[in-house]
């Protein structure tokens, strides 16, 4: 993963608007509530540009720094820092990092899911579109079906409209 990937866009888009966002705190929970939030996304920034060379343990450390975040994040609504338009979309860019990370991890713990590129492989190859078994006929099995009925159930054909 690059810091282009998606991950580090909605970890930046996060930090930009959590920022000013946080800096409108009461100034007693500038440095209390505010400072926790703050430092749990940049520690999630961290976290992840370390997953970069580190691989399972930093994205480990990103998941729990995500956690932590969570947990701020909604506190800050409960006690009424945030309004809950701002915690809505604060909740929904940390639930779309915690699913990029989620699926960085899966790709991480198993390399024959690597992207294609990487495999040596060009994208697209291998790519077969349905049409193909769409615009067979219904009496002719696709490829690899077996060609034998359940015992006591009537032939059903399903026919599917081809979009023209």
């Not at 946080?22 to 209390?32: C, S, Y």
């Not at 990103?62 to 338009?85: G, Q």
């Not at 990487?118 to 349905?130: C, E, F, H, L, T």
Request: charged content about 25%.
């Amino acid at each position: 993963m690059t810091s282009e990937s998606p991950a580090f866009v909605k970890i930046y888009d996060l930090l930009k608007w959590l920022l000013p966002a946080t800096a409108k705190f009461p100034r007693q929970q500038r440095f209390v509530l505010a400072r926790q939030i703050e430092e749990a996304a940049f520690g999630l920034h961290r976290a992840l540009l370390r997953a970069v060379d580190d691989g399972r343990p930093a994205l480990t450390e990103a998941d729990r720094e995500l956690a932590a975040l969570r947990a701020y994040l909604r506190l800050a609504c409960d006690l009424r820092f945030f309004s809950v338009n701002q915690y809505e979309h604060a909740a929904r860019l940390v639930d779309e990092l915690g699913r990029l990370i989620g699926g960085w991890k899966r790709r991480a713990a198993d390399p024959t899911t690597a992207p294609a590129a990487s495999r040596g492989r060009s994208v697209g190859v291998g790519y077969r579109p349905a049409r193909r078994i769409l615009e067979q006929q219904p009496d002719q099995p696709a490829d690899g079906e077996p060609q034998q009925q359940h015992a006591g159930q009537p032939e059903q054909q399903h026919r599917v409209p081809l979009c023209e």
